[in-house]
C-alpha cells in the first residue's frame, strides 16, 4: 500500500483546511486509517484514526470537536477537515494504513504540512 497525503499549506488562525490522503492497492477498505501530525522539535502525535467500516472515528482530546475524519473507500481516499484551525496545530501532517497496534500502523504516507500563523 503507497500513500500520498495532500491538502496542507498555510492558513490562518481559526481558518480550515481539507486533507487528504490517497491510498492504492485494493485493500484499502479493509484498514483502519489513521492521522498523526509531528510538530517542530516535537515527537509524533496520535491525531485519530476510522475503522474500515467509517464507524465511530476516534480523536486525540487535542482535535476533538475541531476536526473531522472520514473516508471514502470507492475512491481509496482518506480525508481529514480541519476547523477552527490553532497555531498549535502547525506540524506536517501524516496518514497512515492498517493499524497493528494503539499507535502503530504497517504502512505510512510522506506527509503535508500544515502552517497556521496568528
Known amino acids: 500500500v503507497q500513500l500520498q497525503a495532500s491538502g496542507g499549506g498555510l492558513v490562518q488562525a481559526g481558518g480550515s483546511l481539507r486533507l487528504s490522503c490517497a491510498a492504492s492497492?485494493?485493500?484499502?477498505?479493509?484498514?483502519?486509517m489513521g492521522w498523526f501530525r509531528q510538530a517542530p522539535g516535537k515527537e509524533r502525535e496520535f491525531v485519530g484514526h476510522i475503522s474500515w467500516s467509517e464507524s465511530s472515528p476516534y480523536y486525540a482530546d487535542s482535535v476533538k470537536d475541531r476536526f473531522t475524519i472520514s473516508r471514502d473507500n470507492a475512491k481509496s481516499t482518506l480525508y481529514l477537515q480541519m476547523n477552527s484551525l490553532k497555531p498549535d496545530d502547525t506540524a506536517i501532517y501524516y496518514c497512515a494504513a492498517d493499524r497493528t497496534g494503539q499507535y502503530t500502523y504497517r504502512y505510512w504516507g510522506q506527509g503535508t504540512l500544515v502552517t497556521v500563523s496568528s
Open positions: 492497492g485494493r485493500t484499502f477498505r479493509r484498514y483502519t
